[in-house]
Structure formats: structure tokens, C-alpha cells
């Protein structure tokens, strides 16, 4: 399924339920999806489990902060969603345009470690067609951000590609290389299986630091001691590591406000990296036009970055 610019916005045909834990808090989370009016984009709905407070957490640039590892949405150290890129993920290349995420402060649910039960969610209610065009952000111009060693960028491309390269110091990863022209069969059959990844040898370290209490076998894949994958069941793809990094990137960007036009590329990158290319795209002008419809600048402001600073490794949403 091609990109089509003249389509029109989506909605989720019916409310979706998910229930697991948090990642990095290992509390239990639930958490609910409802269909939402055309032009509202992706809006998550927070609540404090204290207080009842509540607060409106746009998915777009003004929202985000460089994490090492996750990406949160709104205040650390007040309401916010954390760990909401394989959920962004899934609700991009699934053409998912307009939904209200409600949730209580924290994580959003790991479930296995990547998009696929949001994907087949999705596919099970299916989709309903708003009266409102959908708008694009087309790429122009490249523009690259670089950290150290590591470096992405956006470029200009006929349809939406995500080209991923890693470079591990470690025997079960090495160095791997994913590109991928997005579409909705695409991603549902190459990327949303991918599950996060870490180190056995960091999981102390993690814990004594407040971070991986959710992480298990369940739901990351981990590299022991001897690097190699200590999963009774092996991988889901011989280069799983560098598709979730892709998975990763695709929920990052969404972050943009629209679908992308254009290619991402990325070296050794994660989501800082990738919350920095969002942020410098935005930067300049010159770089992206609009097409298809109109859409709102509120989407895609990026005066706010919010910042975690974390370790830099956890079960490798890093």
C-alpha cells in the first residue's frame, strides 16, 4: 500500500483497551485508546493516580526531550507518558491520523517488547475515514544532526523510507544495516515484531538506578554474558536488533506532527539522536513543505524539549 496524498484522515473504527507493565517502573499499566475528531492528531490524556489531575500531552515536537532511554511526553517529574515509541510506532505506519490515548502517569504498557499487539489491535477494529485531507511534511533539503560517532538525517525520497545501521561492539549484534520503504503491510510484517534489546551484565546496574523493573524475557531481548541471546526462543529475525532500532525511529519521527515524505537515515543512532533530527528539521523552514492539506502549526511546535537524564543502557528503546 503506496502513499496516497490526497487521502483522507483516519480514526480508530472502536475504543481499544491494553493492560501490562511498565518497562522501566514494572507497575502495572492500563491503558485506553478511543477514536478522536479529524485535526486532533495523537493527544494523550494523563492522569495523576494521586490526585486526579489531569493534562494534555500533544504528540508532537514540543512534547518531547532527549532521553537515553525512552521517549517521555511532557513533565519527568510530573504528569507524563514515557515509553510511548513503539505505540507512536504503530499508529504511524498503521495510518493512524486522530486518537485520544488515556493513561495515568508513567509508561506506557511494554506488552512484548514491541508493536505487534498494537498493530494487531489496530487491525482488528479497523479504521474509519474522517471528512478532512490528510497533510504531509515533505522533505526538501537534507538535514543531518551529528553526536560524536553517530549521525541521522533527513533527506528528500519519492514515498517514506527508514534506512537504519548499528554498530555494536558485541559478537550476537555487530554491525547490521535495515531499509525499508514504510507502509502499513510493511511494518506490519518486517518491523512490528521486533522486540528491544539488552545486556544481561546492565540489568543490576539498571535496577539500583530505578529503570528495567519491567524488563524480563517476556518482553526484551537479552545478550548474557557470553554474548550471546539467552531467549529459550532465539530471535524473530536474524537482524531483530537493527529492526527495532527502526521501529524506534518511525515512533520518534512521528513525532514530527504529520507523515513524512522523505528518507531518515541513521548511524548508531537512538532516541536522542532521533528527537534532535526532529527538533532541527522544524528548525528550518526551508527544509519541509506541506502537502495535501493544511495542518495546524500547534502540531508541530518544538519550543519545549524535555530531558531524562538515565543511564546509557536499558532494554534498548535506548
Request: net charge negative; aromatic share 6%; charged share 20%.
Amino acid at each position: 500500500m503506496g502513499i496516497n496524498i490526497l487521502g483522507y484522515q483516519t480514526t480508530l473504527r472502536k475504543r481499544l483497551e491494553f493492560r501490562g507493565v511498565g518497562v522501566h517502573s514494572g507497575r502495572p499499566v492500563e491503558m485506553v485508546l478511543s477514536p478522536a475528531e479529524a485535526n486532533t492528531g495523537i493527544v494523550f490524556h494523563v492522569t495523576c493516580p494521586n490526585t486526579g489531575q489531569t493534562r494534555e500531552i500533544p504528540a508532537n515536537a514540543d512534547s518531547i526531550g532527549a532521553t537515553d532511554l525512552c521517549t517521555v511526553l511532557g513533565d519527568p517529574g510530573g504528569l507524563h507518558a514515557a515509553t510511548v515509541e513503539h505505540l507512536l510506532a504503530a499508529l504511524r505506519a498503521m495510518n493512524v491520523d486522530n486518537v485520544i490515548v488515556e493513561m495515568e502517569s508513567g509508561e506506557v504498557p511494554v506488552l512484548d517488547g514491541c508493536s505487534r499487539e498494537f498493530v494487531d489491535s489496530i487491525h482488528a477494529v479497523g479504521l474509519t475515514s474522517l471528512s478532512e485531507l490528510r497533510a504531509y511534511i515533505r522533505i526538501l533539503k537534507p538535514v543531518r544532526v551529528e553526536l560524536g560517532s553517530a549521525w541521522a538525517e533527513m533527506t528528500p525520497y519519492v514515498g517514506t523510507r527508514y534506512d537504519v545501521e548499528i554498530d555494536f561492539n558485541c559478537a550476537a549484534i555487530g554491525r547490521q544495516r535495515f531499509t525499508v520503504d514504510l507502509t502499513a503491510q510493511n511494518f506490519s510484517r518486517e518491523i512490528s515484531r521486533a522486540r528491544t534489546f539488552g545486556f544481561l551484565k546492565d540489568v543490576e546496574r539498571l535496577w539500583a538506578a530505578g529503570f528495567a523493573l519491567g524488563s524480563s524475557l517476556e518482553n526484551s531481548v537479552v545478550i548474557g554474558a557470553d554474548n550471546q541471546v539467552i531467549n529459550p526462543d532465539g530471535l524473530r529475525f536474524p537482524d531483530e536488533f537493527v529492526r527495532h532500532k527502526a521501529l524506534d525511529a518511525i515512533g520518534d519521527t512521528a513525532l514530527v506532527g504529520a507523515p513524512i515524505l522523505g528518507c531518515f537515515r541513521s548511524y548508531r543512532g537512538g532516541h536522542k539522536l532521533n528527537g534532535m533530527t526532529v527538533k532541527a528539521l522544524l528548525s528550518d523552514k526551508s527544509a519541509f513543505e506541506f502537502v495535501g492539506a493544511m495542518v495546524s502549526r500547534a502540531k508541530v511546535r518544538h519550543a519545549e524539549l524535555v530531558t531524562v537524564g538515565a543511564p546509557a543502557y536499558a532494554p534498548a528503546t535506548a
